[in-house]
């Protein structure tokens, strides 16, 4: 993730870091980021974000992949539900203006009608920008491998369609309070 950029040098770079080195040069008309993660993001990236915003756009994107602890569990995000809220929380309080893009995962194993019910909720509650919905397929060589790809093709095709409407019905609510 573009988070733990610098962790791995010794000279204390991060990523609010190389914002504001970037910032002043010249032609550069606008700097936009991906990918981010819940546990690597930090207040002083969405402050340096706001104080930068002439250039360092107001976007975030941050893949939940599901609002279900269990899930998340599951999937081995190494975040719960209540942590990815205190992220947007903290990133809206420092920028009021930015703006969150998620990617779900729909029809993972094990995931439960209360489970999917979840993510909707979270999608409401922190009303992406934008998101990409996948349906849950084996992946080759990933620890899910291993896991049983135990949802009907069409329950994957049904909770694909409802949070693809949600999301469109946010995305245009959004729109038409600008």
Known sequence: ???????????????????????????????????????????????????????????????????SDRMLRRMKRGYKRERYLEVVRDARAACPEIEFCGDWIVGFSGETDEDFAQSLTLMDEVRF??????????????????LPDDIPEDVK???????TELQE???LGVLLER
């Open 129 to 146: 920008q934008n998101s990409y919905v996948f349906k849950y397929s084996v992946r080759e060589g990933t620890p899910a491998e291993k």
């Open 157 to 163: 095709k049904e909770r694909h369609a409802r949070i």
């Open 1 to 67: 993730t573009i988070d733990t950029y610098g962790n791995d040098l010794k000279d204390g770079s991060n990523l609010w870091k190389l914002l504001r080195t970037l910032h002043p040069i010249d032609g550069l008309k606008r700097i936009r980021f991906i990918t981010s993660h819940p546990e690597e993001c930090r207040p002083e990236l969405f402050s340096t974000m706001a104080e930068l915003s002439d250039k360092v756009m107001p976007f975030i994107h941050m893949p939940p992949q599901s609002g």
């Open 169 to 171: 019905k946010i995305s």
